[in-house]
């Protein structure tokens, strides 16, 4: 049963997992506050905020990692104190968190029991196969080898056996964080359809997401937090995308976007007949400065790569390469840079910016080479770039790693700025993972790089993402370009279906702006 009142839903009839009044302050921050939620068997409710929202403190109190400083935890009537993450694991409350936690030389079997304290010192593995068996049937894997190593899986089928390795520890609550970032349509598909299944079972289905469009793709209920606080609970039927928009950022859907514009200008970036073995079989573009221009495709499109390529980062890549009518060698990243090519890889932890190391260190270190600079110097140049990215300067000292993922690309973004010559940015899925506030902020800084002089070209999987911030809209399927579109030329249901499934072959068609 869901209650429609803005402050949260009053425990319903019959909920599987329900608190009421729930707080949580962490020094002077109050992360949660008198926070209300329930949820009923075979339920799927989303959890949706902006980053700081308290979604993350909600979920480790719910799995035994935090303890409330005030409220209620109940499950099936019962009130519970979840002392540590096993006492959530023995009331059948389990979490798939957004980075995978398999062993990747075990196998798939032995994954699935990795960590289940059900399973006795002397145990008979083939019941233990059998029950392996059983699970990745429920789940759609009934062809898959329970002996193959876990590292040999795609990240869709490891995410499946995530889940599976909970239905073994006889999860009734299954908690889900950002379930589908990285994987293709497919594999989302695979998954929402093993969630499906679990919740015809009766299986609660907890989704904490970013992406709005799988709330109403496969969520029966949503919840809002923002501030710490519960907004709104409702089932997805009563709300649609632009009030849920509101609900979580407290304003109208329509700032978040800034205005598209044109430009009249000569060609910045000239790409032409673009080759990468096996991912991209003949592309080619011509953009000029001052606009925000979107590659919009599936993961094996190879949109992605030609990022990279005009990057320097593909060393199998041919074609011809022109910055400010300047030819550009490929293969070289040294190159690449020195014209003014700045890229932002979709990876931040491995390509993006030193986790380990504090914000100033982040965004000074591509400047270090630049000759002698006082402290005092750096620190200001640290200290702008964070403000023209919407950091806070007072976090320059802390660690990259502590920051959220927004904050984290407003981080690799700024490190790129701040040279004097207008150039390219080339961003592969600028916001993955980032909530929608910082969305808002990442995109008035892309547009206001744009106003500077700069182009954008950019990759993103967020199909709303590419029709609201794009000036140009390019599709491609397996490799080839498919169309060109101005923004107000162009549908979310054509662009998906250019990239899906297009009515011609890839090539044969351009629609110029």
């Excluded at 207008?422 to 969305?439: A, Y």
């Amino acid at each position: 049963m869901i209650s429609r009142s803005p402050g949260g839903d009053p425990p319903a009839e019959t909920p599987i997992l329900s608190v009421e009044n729930l707080s949580k302050c962490f020094g002077s921050v109050d992360a949660l506050q008198e926070v209300f939620f329930s949820v009923d068997p075979g339920e799927i409710r989303a959890v949706c905020g902006e980053n700081g929202a308290g979604k993350s403190t909600l979920v480790k109190i719910l799995t035994g990692v935090h303890r409330p400083d005030q409220g209620t935890v109940r499950i099936n009537h019962q009130t519970q104190t979840l002392r540590h993450p096993q006492a959530a694991q023995q009331q059948g409350i389990a979490l798939v968190a957004q980075e995978l936690s398999l062993a990747p030389h075990l196998s798939v079997q032995d994954n699935i029991w990795l960590g289940n304290r059900t399973v006795p010192l002397l145990h008979r593995r083939p019941h233990l196969r059998r029950q392996a068996r059983r699970v990745l049937d429920i789940i759609g894997l009934d062809q898959l080898d329970l002996d193959r190593p876990a590292g040999s899986l795609t990240i869709g089928e490891r995410q499946l056996v995530e889940i599976a390795r909970m239905l073994a520890r006889q999860a009734r609550v299954l908690i889900l964080d950002e379930p589908t970032a990285g994987l293709s349509d497919v594999e989302i598909e695979r998954i929402f359809t093993a969630l499906k299944e679990l919740s015809s079972r009766g299986t609660t289905i907890v989704y904490v997401t970013h992406r709005l469009g799988e709330v109403f793709e496969l969520c029966d209920t949503v919840t809002v937090l923002r501030n710490g606080k519960s907004v709104r609970s409702c089932r997805v039927t009563e709300i649609d995308r632009d009030g849920l928009i509101e609900l979580m950022l407290g304003q109208s859907m329509r700032e978040m976007y800034p205005p598209s514009r044109t430009s009249t200008e000569s060609p910045l970036l000239v790409v032409e007949n673009l080759k990468i073995l096996g991912w991209v079989g003949d592309f080619s573009l011509s953009e000029s400065s001052g606009q925000i221009v979107s590659i919009a495709g599936q993961i094996s499109s190879g949109a992605a790569q030609v990022l990279r390529a005009v990057a320097g980062l593909a060393y199998d890549a041919t074609g011809q390469v022109r910055i400010r009518g300047q030819p550009m060698s490929l293969g070289s990243v040294r190159g690449a840079q020195e014209s003014g090519i700045r890229f932002i890889s979709e990876d931040r932890a491995q390509e993006g910016i030193f986790l380990k190391l504090k914000v100033l260190d982040n965004l000074i270190a591509t400047r270090l080479g630049a000759g002698f600079l006082s402290w005092s110097a750096l620190h200001q140049l640290a200290s702008n770039l964070a403000r023209r990215v919407g950091l806070d300067d007072l976090r320059l000292g802390a660690r990259a790693g502590e920051l959220s993922g927004g904050n984290q690309q407003k981080l690799a973004l700024g490190r790129s700025m701040g040279q004097e010559q207008k150039g390219v940015f080339l961003m592969n899925e600028p916001t993955r993972g980032v909530d929608v506030g910082s969305r808002r902020d990442l995109y008035k800084v892309m547009r206001q790089l744009c106003d500077n002089g700069n182009l954008i070209v950019m990759t993103s999987s967020d199909l709303e993402e590419v029709v609201g911030i794009s000036d140009i809209i390019i599709t491609m399927y397996r490799g080839k370009l498919v169309a060109r579109y101005a923004r107000d030329q162009v549908t979310m249901h054509q662009v998906l279906t250019d990239i899906t499934h297009p009515r011609f072959r890839p090539g044969e068609r351009k629609t110029e702006s």
